[in-house]
């Protein structure tokens, strides 16, 4: 496989340094290889949502897209750092449960721990691990340097799981949890389009207290400033006011209550 | 005419996936195609600032730079998605009104209607056109595929205004409106350089209730903490505290009126 | 030497067309050079910590790495733009103090003032020479263009200083100041590894009125919500609350003092 994009995903922000110094250390390595960011601004520590994103992300890269995903409370702790390839794609991240909701849907080929210290930073530091380990390895793997060299092999049942995104189908609702809120305000919830009822389009609706009428295709199907329901472009149901926002409405713990007639 | 940038301008943000997606989704299409991010932070559904922005930076960018803009609070409704051709530039954008004071300046070759369905994404989502309609035909025409095969002809006089710019002239002042104010807080009016009288350095000047000397050239023409007015990177009057926030001190629904004797 | 990335550090933040046009300016003059965001948010105005930040990051680049530094309360004023050539580097900036840390540990092969007029944009404006002269002398300069052509000579001894890093060792202590803190409420402290006895990890610690049990290795040797103190990864000593903001528990102006026994 020819590797000749590497996607950065983190918890890091925009507003330090450390992203920069992670593309100085690829670009250093590899100066060919392209670097697009998907975001670095998962919620601090929220490797649950880093693992949400990913898996319905990776999909729009090319084959030979490594990702690097650092969300990585515990760096500089014994936890392994771990390289998962599969038939397109390699992807480097803390062994913290931010691969889980990957292992559900694709077909792994080869998973190694990330232990090879020569391709490690000179220095490692204890605290950014994102420069140190997992931006010289994904430059190296870019270069076309072999995942046996970067690392020995690591079984696939030592790979950290996070909790399960929570959905519960009823006869009469579903109910599922809050990933997380965007810019705009719109709720991404847990509920897929695939744990909605057929012809869910025809239903009327309730989403916990609010009475709606159903489910939307787009924004502009309500007026300015009203509540709506909606499969978002992840695919999930998604909730938010038109040119408002929803996420003043509920708190990010709720649970999420869909009921139909 | 060669296409090798790609510039987006979006009220997206930068903390979600979704410029992230339409990087891949662009890489993935075109992988030798270099990709700029003008900014994603325009005002969310402020078409109007997006359109001031665009009209006054395109011409920074090389010749045969494809812009992607897409400020959009109708996606998924029936607004066209549309693609205008002027001589050294391809804007793709929906048509709201976005691209209004560009066709006051430039010469229109040909405009488009982005229908053919070939250069869609192969599901297109209801809420992000961005990624599944403008990165896509984006991609594409940078690749060298002709803006014939990508939509139908679309006519002029089809394509959404937005409002103008306030500026009225008078005697002995110019009125004009906030568009937007910046990062440091300084407010950038509608009020172009041309529209001030000539040798307008020399006038004594008032800005609402605000006496000042005269119209600076720049910010450490006043002491730290003082207001000015100057004229602007884009050739239009702004207002700034020097190290401090102009935009506190005026309301942005305000009509900004400058006064000389 | 080829010039072949072009790295940007400025205080304009990226919700702003400003980095945008800059990067618009640099590939219309060489389409060929690779364009990495160091960051763009220094707090504004902030020289000393744009200085301490390049400092820290530059070996992180690849020899050949051309830096515009751009943090510029004088714009337009007769301050000069300077370009710093090093062994391994050129470095622009206003000269203003941005770059006096590094002269304190690099061998200067050359200075000279940016003005040539040829090498400015067309219009100079008078409060954006990120663009209209930085990016314009980088983007040159990255194309080969010879130092001598951009400017004429400038003696070291007129290179404005910023004030030193405050670090003042005793006894049993040390006394040093917050330079700013990161995204995560992370405190970056002046105070350097070499600055601490030898040994500092066995010893028992106060910073200010907090007893701290020693100085960590990471954030995971303490439990969730604790303070930490540690060495980060520009080599400074940091304090932290793991998960939690430690910026909330200091002023900015407060002196940071390590006391051990």
Redesign the interface.
Known sequence: MNY??I?L?TD??????????M???I??IN?NV?V??????VQ??NVRQAGF?LK??YK???QG?IFICVVD?????GRESICIETEDYLFLAPNNGLLTYLLDELRINQIIKIDNLKYNANEV????HG??VFAVAGGYLSKGIKLEEIGSSFDISLVKKSESLMVRKFANKVVGEIVYS???GNIVTSIHRKDLPKEYEKLEIRINEFELQKIC????DVKVGELLA????MEYL?IAVR?GRASDLFRVETSIKLIWE
Chains 1, 2, 3 share one sequence.
């Open positions: 000749s994009t996607v995903m890091f922000g925009l507003a330090d340094v450390y992203v920069g110094q593309k100085g250390v670009d250093k100066p392209k697009i960011d998907l975001t670095h601004d601090p520590f994103i319905n992300s729009y890269f090319c897209t409370p515990e760096v500089g702790s530091s204890n605290t950014f420069r140190d965007d810019r705009f295709k787009t924004f502009s909606y499969i978002g472009s998604e040119e």
